[in-house]
């Protein structure tokens, strides 16, 4: 028997004579308990409900069946160990709407926890739902998505539910709930349009939702919702079932399913995609997690003194090499795909993840549509695990079609996001030009000087703000705090058109486009709702803002040689041009990427104006240059307004 004490809890890996003697750490362990089929969790008919899970350390097993989400057992059935460890009953007549959990024993104690398959539970999450999925389908549903082939054409609008909508002026009614993004034509201050209608006319492709699977009653309690709580809700308990908090019923466990559906319905039906923001790295609480408790110490990854690893910094990582976790994590992507029809996933901290998991995941969700997107954060992170196993972006070769955040890029442009008086290209920062360069070609390697991670511009994504750190607004007001507003505008401008007009996937964070600010709070996952909420009076005095950056999404969309698909097209097409300091100019010549015209973009970040000399003699018009001193001197040279971007077309 082994035991661990870590904190207030006791954590017995089992008795060995269960498993042969076969140690639940041991490579071992993996080869001779691992399950191939796909038929773990709850199989639901009229007729009989199968119930099967993966608990091979447990020497008895029951499956616990409730009423309610707080009353007492109905009863305890005894369930029969099969192949590999997998416990399994068959409860005939139907069970729809009760609730369960499972039973486990593991040496001499009896640990009881929620299914880890579950796609359905009642409120809190602490009880699996037994319910018919064919009841919780909209109308006509799934919806005929939009045309979409190529990773690189997607612009991504990365949205928290809450903070779309419970801004007072926000125009919606659903406040803070998935209905809220169904809601259409609503209008805020002045009239603007909001929610799901401003963000259609924005032209963004993907609208990327913060976790919406059911997260830690410890960071939103969904029986008290009436009190003010907050939580991004990276703090996963039930991979498999939407957020309960932002349904309109948290204790009918179909509610949330129908009305996410309904959101991802109505979101298609606008011609928008959506993209999943999935956090398989770590859970809230190792110990209190449904996978600790069916097989202890089997799920997690730990340190040489036996104490859980911890290089997501939440206290525990998971062990994605292991064979279980491994198709745990590519079942549960695969079922959101399917079940819900979704567009993309974005992966939380995925460098903590091994490379067979993720190229795992890509294989399968080629299968069901190759024009999901699967992106990532990809940093280098400290876990017990062999380097060139880590799916971090060193590994990124190993990885075709994942792409990384591009951090490079993100503080080249405005400065690290860990100093906060650090500066960047468009905030004052000398020496900046290289940086924004290898941002631009999308991180290839375009030459021996331009290079950084990727293979192809389809693994990285573009972006210079996210839901993390300060906002760009906040991180340019503290860096520059004696600048007008007015320049921090053009600085930000500035900013956005460098991410607009580079390769790779774009990102832009929901607010960007109208220099959203949380008041300087850097860390904002439980802030209040006023912090995190998207001002709709702040959107509404900042229009022009909102302009540029339709205008921005708009020449994106409607040029491809901004969105090649090979690094072979960027080196053949993309060509930077001579600039003075503080500037990085380039053209886009020979129909890159199918597009019918030539391009010349200019980023200067200087306070002065700076004269560029244009590549050849062409009849150039400017697409995207507000600034009167934009303007061909001549036949060859331009002249570039401080602080902005130039965009020249010539067919």
């Given at each position: 028997m082994?035991?661990?004490?870590?904190?207030?809890?006791?954590?017995?890996?089992?008795?060995?004579?269960?498993?042969?003697?076969?140690?639940v750490f041991s490579e071992e362990f993996d080869d001779l308990f691992y399950y191939e089929k796909d038929d773990l969790g709850c199989t639901f008919s009229k007729e009989s409900t199968v119930l099967k899970v993966w608990a091979p350390t447990a020497s008895e097993a029951y499956v616990v069946l409730?009423?309610?989400?707080?009353?007492?057992?109905?009863?305890?059935?005894?369930?029969?160990r099969q192949e590999k460890g997998v416990w399994f009953i068959e409860l005939p007549g139907n069970y729809e709407g009760k609730l369960y959990t499972y039973k486990v024993k593991i040496d001499n104690t009896w640990n009881e926890a929620a299914d880890p398959y579950a796609k359905a539970v009642a409120v809190n999450g602490d009880r699996s739902a037994i319910i018919d999925f064919s009841k919780t389908n909209p109308t006509n549903w799934p919806v005929k998505k939009s045309s979409f082939t190529a990773a690189t054409d997607a612009i991504i609008y990365e949205l928290h539910i809450r903070d779309l909508s419970m801004h007072p002026e926000s125009g919606m009614t659903k406040k803070g709930k998935f209905l809220g993004l169904c809601e259409q034509g609503t209008t805020g201050p002045n009239g603007i349009p909001?929610?799901?209608?401003?963000?259609?006319?924005?032209?963004?492709?993907?609208?990327?939702?913060?976790?919406i699977y059911d997260y830690s009653t410890d960071s939103v309690d969904e029986t008290k919702l009436d009190t003010p709580q907050y939580n991004w809700g990276y703090d996963p308990k039930n991979y498999n079932v939407p957020e309960g908090s932002y349904s309109t019923?948290?204790?009918?466990?179909?509610?949330?399913?129908?009305?996410l559906k309904e959101l991802i319905s109505t979101l298609h039906n606008n011609g928008l995609r959506v993209v999943m923001d999935v956090v398989y790295n770590?859970?809230?609480?190792?110990?209190?997690?449904?996978?600790?408790?069916?097989?202890?110490?089997?799920y997690f990854r730990y340190n040489e003194d036996g104490s859980?690893?911890?290089?997501?910094?939440?206290?525990?990582?998971?062990?994605?090499?292991?064979k279980m976790v491994r198709k745990f994590i590519v079942d549960s992507v695969v079922y959101w795909a399917r079940e819900y029809h979704l567009d993309g996933f974005r992966f939380d901290l995925m460098g903590l993840h091994d490379v067979e998991t993720m190229n795992e995941i890509r294989k399968k969700l080629d299968l069901i549509d190759p024009s999901i997107i699967t992106i990532g954060e990809g940093w280098v992170l400290d876990t017990p695990l062999v380097d060139d196993m880590k799916a971090n972006q060193t590994n990124a070769p190993k990885m075709p079609n994942i792409a990384h955040f591009n951090d490079y890029l993100r503080d080249g442009i405005k400065g690290s996001v860990f100093f906060v008086d650090e500066s960047g290209f468009v905030n004052g920062k000398d020496d900046m030009e290289l940086e924004i360069k290898r941002g631009l070609v999308g991180g290839i390697e375009y030459s021996k000087e331009i290079s950084t991670?990727?293979?192809?511009?389809?693994?990285?994504?573009?972006?210079?703000?996210?839901?993390?750190?300060?906002?760009?607004?906040?991180?340019?007001?503290?860096?520059?705090?004696?600048?007008?507003?007015d320049t921090l505008k053009r600085m930000h401008k500035l900013a956005s058109a460098i991410v607009l007009t580079s390769q790779g996937i774009a990102f832009i964070h929901a607010g960007q486009e109208f220099m959203r600010t949380k008041g300087g709070d850097e860390n904002s996952y439980k802030s209040s709702t006023e912090v995190n909420q998207l001002d709709w009076e702040r959107c509404s005095e900042f229009q022009d803002e909102v302009s540029f950056m339709k205008k921005l999404i708009a020449i994106r969309k409607k040029h491809p040689a901004f969105r090649m698909k090979t690094a072979e097209e960027i080196?053949?097409?993309?060509?930077f041009e001579e600039t003075p300091e503080k500037c990085v100019a380039f053209t886009l010549r020979d129909h890159a990427n199918g597009d019918a015209d030539t391009l010349c973009v200019a980023h200067n970040a200087s306070r002065a104006e700076v004269k560029v000399t244009l590549p050849f003699v062409k009849e150039w018009s400017v697409i995207l240059g507000e600034d009167k001193c934009n303007f061909i001197v001549g036949s060859d040279s331009l002249v570039i307004a401080p602080l902005s971007s130039v965009i020249l077309v010539a067919e």
């Open positions: 082994a035991v661990q004490k870590e904190i207030n809890y006791e954590i017995s890996y089992g008795d060995p004579s269960v498993t042969g003697g076969i140690s409730y009423d309610s989400w707080d009353g007492e057992a109905l009863c305890e059935h005894l369930m029969q909001t929610g799901l209608s401003y963000i259609k006319d924005l032209g963004v492709t993907h609208v990327q939702l913060l976790p019923n948290p204790y009918e466990p179909s509610c949330r399913i129908k009305e770590h859970v809230y609480d190792a110990f209190r997690m449904n996978f600790m408790k069916l097989v202890p110490g089997y859980l690893a911890n290089g997501s910094a939440c206290g525990n990582d998971t062990a994605s090499e292991r991670f990727a293979i192809e511009p389809t693994q990285t994504v573009s972006y210079v703000e996210a839901h993390d750190n300060h906002t760009l607004w906040d991180k340019l007001a503290l860096t520059n705090p004696g600048d007008s507003v080196r053949k097409h993309l060509f």
